[in-house]
């Protein structure tokens, strides 16, 4: 079973930009896709993007354009940019591997996100 931790939240003034990233305790080379997903207060917890092997990523169409997805799989690492940041972003985020809609592995602790001036 992979341990994933989250890190890089905090505090951010609206338009401001964070770096999430995701260390995971074991390989990740075998898993093609790996997705960014956040919970917001009273919500359910929802796909934001995904990124595959080879680079190819997808987003919710309400990052689109601002959010970035990468990944090293040598340090066994995801990463997500997040640019002109929203207060509707605030959520706590969390990352974890994905064979067709499931997730695989438990979930980490999540970093916590919020956007507020």
């Known amino acids: 079973q992979v341990q994933l931790v989250e890190s890089g939240g905090g505090l951010v003034q609206p338009g401001g930009s964070l770096r999430l990233s995701c260390a995971a305790s074991?390989?990740?080379?075998?898993?093609?896709?790996m997705g960014w997903y956040r919970q917001a207060p009273g919500k359910e917890r929802e796909l934001v993007a995904t990124i595959t092997n080879d680079g190819s990523t997808n987003y919710k169409d309400s990052v689109k354009g601002r959010f970035t997805a990468s990944r090293d799989n040598a340090k066994k690492t995801v990463y997500l940019q997040m640019n002109s940041l929203k207060p509707e972003d605030t959520a706590v985020y969390y990352c974890?591997?994905?064979?067709?809609?499931?997730?695989?592995?438990?979930w980490g602790q999540g970093t916590q996100v919020t956007v507020s001036s």
């Open positions: 974890n591997g994905r064979i067709g809609t499931q997730r695989i592995w438990a």
């Open positions: 074991g390989s990740i080379f075998s898993i093609n896709v």
